[in-house]
Structures are given as C-alpha cells and as structure tokens.
C-alpha cells in the first residue's frame, strides 16, 4: 500500500504505537458511551464531536467483528459483547484516569480531598463519631459531606463527583458493575402511623393494607422509595397507590404523619438517626414490614479498578470496622 504525497511512512514499531493509542481512545469512547447512554453526551465528557465518538466507536467493532452498542432514537445501550468487554476495560481506564490524582497526593504538600456522599440519616446516625474521630486524626485531609439521597450518592461515585458514598440499597437492586460494594448492616423496612391507627389493630399487615391508606414517603431516589415502588409494581397494584405527600427528610415525614395526613415508609436506620424515643414522644408508633418490603442493605461504595488514595483508603477502612462492629 503507497503513502499519502507528503505524508511520512510509519515504520513497524511507530504503527504498533499509533494503533495501541487510537485503541485505547475507541475503549474510552465505548466507555464514556456506557456511563453517559449517548453519543451525544459521551462527546460532551472527551471534548470531540459526535460523529468522531461515533467513528471510533465504529472502529473498534470493525477489529473485534461484533457489535457492541445498539441504538434506539438518541439512547444507546451496550450490547451483550460490549458489556462483555467494558466489564473487562473499564478498570484499566479508570485506573489509567486516577494516576495524575495518585500521583498529586504523593507530591509533598498536596491537598487531600476526601468527598463522602450519603443520605441525611446516615450523616445523622452514630456514623457521625466516625467522621469526628477521622478529622481528629486526619486534619489535613479536606472532608466535604455531601447529604444526598442513596441513589443520587452512588451515581456521585460512578461519575467521579464523589469518593465514596454509604447508601441503603434495597433486595433485589443491582449496583452498576463498575462499583465495589461493601456490605455493612441490614435494617428492616419500617411502617410509621399514629398510635391508636387502625393498622396497629391488625394481626397480619399486607401490601393491601397498606396501601389503602394515604402514604408519605421519601423521594424516588431514596432507598425506601425504590424498594416501595418495586414491591408495587411486581404486585400489580401501582394504580392503587395514593402519595399525598413526597419529602426529603424524616423529620418532616414523621411530623405529617402526626397530622394525620398518611403514613410512612421508612428504613430502621433513618428513624434511628433520630431515635425511636423522639418518635414515641411525638404520639407515633412502628411497625417492620420486613415480610411485605424486605430489608435495606447499608453498604459503603468506592470505584472498581480506580487506584485508590492512601487517606480515602483509611477513612473507608473505619467506617467498615465501626458500622460492621
């Protein structure tokens, strides 16, 4: 084959090169595809246009000989193979993306950032001496807490917007394969109502039962909420839910509750975080559902082949060996 006029010939060894660099940048497009689920925005995340993502993309199913992303309008997916080959590539490129951040915090002087997202009842719960303990020991590590809800808190951790997270992850939910998950306790899903309520009378409470009264629940990305939602559904009884009201917090949700308006859904470890004491007091009582919604699973999440920083490493470890005491 001739050369382009002008265009310098590559020898053996400069053509491994070139063909090893254009491979890599078709892996990181394919990536960037599966973590954004467009073209489009996986252009927006390596700063190329979209039909350059698209080519490259193109160009490494033309060496492999298989399709590894399907398309339907502006959505694309992964296919079979290209989840095949992304559970294998996707640590070497977010290990090869975090070396200039490994390679920061072993200079002298750098700063330490350490980024925790979890939902306010976890930020509450006695989680809070481990984050006390760990500035004590550790003042020059700048910690951000970022109260988010569970779902919202693990995406933070896939997208690199934060460097753990601690979120409740209901039966029966998967987490993105790119995430290491850590178990580290299990709490029963609760039903809260005023004491005297016609559901404190029954022997037995089931999915009917609840949902025949008004409900107050968390957000849709809270733990309690996914779970709530996927039991309905798998139930068949979607058309029979009545959210009077939807809130971020607990405090808010207990005290509508005490109004009278509905009642509520919620993890052990959220009404924990502000003592079951405090929710006698208010004229509420409990009861766990755990046979009708099943269990909240508290888990610590940090990226999967990402090389891990030394301080991120130590905070990670403590909370592990105080929440699994």
């Known amino acids: 084959m001739g050369t382009t006029k002008g265009q310098p010939r590559l020898g053996k060894a400069e053509d491994r090169r070139y063909f090893k660099e254009v491979r890599f940048r078709q892996i990181r497009a394919l990536f960037e595809i599966s973590r954004q689920g467009s073209f489009a925005a996986a252009a927006r995340s390596l700063g190329m246009a979209t039909p350059s993502v698209w080519r490259q993309v193109r160009a490494l199913e033309d060496d492999y000989g298989v399709h590894f992303v399907t398309a339907k309008g502006r959505a694309v997916r992964l296919t079979e193979d290209g989840e095949r080959l992304m559970s294998l590539a996707a640590p070497l490129v977010e290990g090869f993306d975090s070396l200039r951040k490994v390679f920061s915090d072993l200079q002298t002087g750098a700063e330490r950032v350490l980024r925790l997202a979890a939902p306010a009842s976890v930020l509450n719960s006695s989680f809070r001496h481990v984050i006390a303990a760990y500035r004590l020991a550790h003042p020059e590590v700048r910690l951000t807490l970022i ?14 917007t934060a460097d753990l997270a601690i979120v409740g992850v209901p039966d029966g939910i998967d987490l993105p394969a790119r995430l290491s998950v850590e178990p580290l306790a299990s709490y029963p899903f609760e039903l809260i109502f005023p004491e005297g309520h016609p559901l404190s009378k029954l022997k037995r409470v089931g999915l009917r039962e609840i949902l025949s009264h008004p409900l107050i629940l968390a957000g849709e990305d809270s733990s309690s909420r996914l779970q709530f939602d996927q039991v309905v559904a798998k139930a068949g009884l979607s058309a029979r839910v009545n959210v009077v009201m939807t809130a971020g917090n607990v405090p808010s949700i207990l005290n509508y509750v005490g109004l009278g308006i509905g009642v509520a859904i919620l993890t052990r470890s959220a ?11 208010a004229g509420l009582a409990h009861r766990d559902v755990s ?12 990226p999967k082949g990402r090389h891990e920083l030394g301080h991120v490493r130590v905070f990670r470890e403590m909370v592990a060996s105080s929440l699994k005491a």
């Open 147 to 160: 109260d988010a809800p569970s779902r919202v808190a693990w995406r933070m951790v896939e997208s690199d």
């Open 291 to 302: 046979t009708v919604l099943g269990h909240d699973n508290l888990v610590l999440v940090h």
């Open 271 to 281: 009404i924990e975080a502000i003592s079951f004491p405090v929710v006698k007091k």
